[in-house]
Nanobody, 121 residues
Framework: QVQLVESGGGLVQPGGSLRLSCAASGFSFNSNWMYWVRQAPGKGLEWISIINPDGKTTYYPDSVKCRFTISRDNAKNTLYLQMNSLKSEDTAVYYC??????????????RGQGTQVTVSS
């Protein structure tokens, strides 16, 4: 059974940092592309980072580029998202995911339950 379990969310002030983790099990983590997506209140899912299986290739949308860093530890089957210079508009539920079912990275075969990130003073 595939499990993706996110952790590390919470309340942080604008300009602060958080590091999210995603523990993966039940599938070949080290041979799969991995994704972080988020859903802000009242909005749809938005992909915010992508990493290839060996961790050497990453992609980000302009909204988080230079502030967020995706990484992975294949030995630990764990995905990470380092978020710096957080803004109020980063408030969302953050999910890790794999095996996208569409080319806009909105639906996935595997997706975790999410962790809430709230950026507020």
């Amino acid at each position: 059974q595939v499990q993706l379990v996110e952790s590390g969310g919470g309340l942080v002030q604008p300009g602060g940092s958080l590091r999210l983790s995603c523990a993966a099990s039940g599938f070949s983590f080290n041979s799969n592309w991995m994704y972080w997506v988020r859903q802000a209140p009242g909005k749809g899912l938005e992909w915010i980072s992508i990493i290839n299986p060996d961790g050497k290739t990453t992609y980000y949308p302009d909204s988080v580029k230079c502030r967020f860093t995706i990484s992975r530890d294949n030995a630990k089957n764990t995905l990470y998202l380092q978020m710096n210079s957080l803004k109020s508009e980063d408030t969302a539920v953050y999910y890790c995911a794999s095996n996208p079912l569409d080319n806009k990275y909105i639906t996935f075969r595997y997706r975790g339950q999410g962790t809430q990130v709230t950026v507020s003073s």
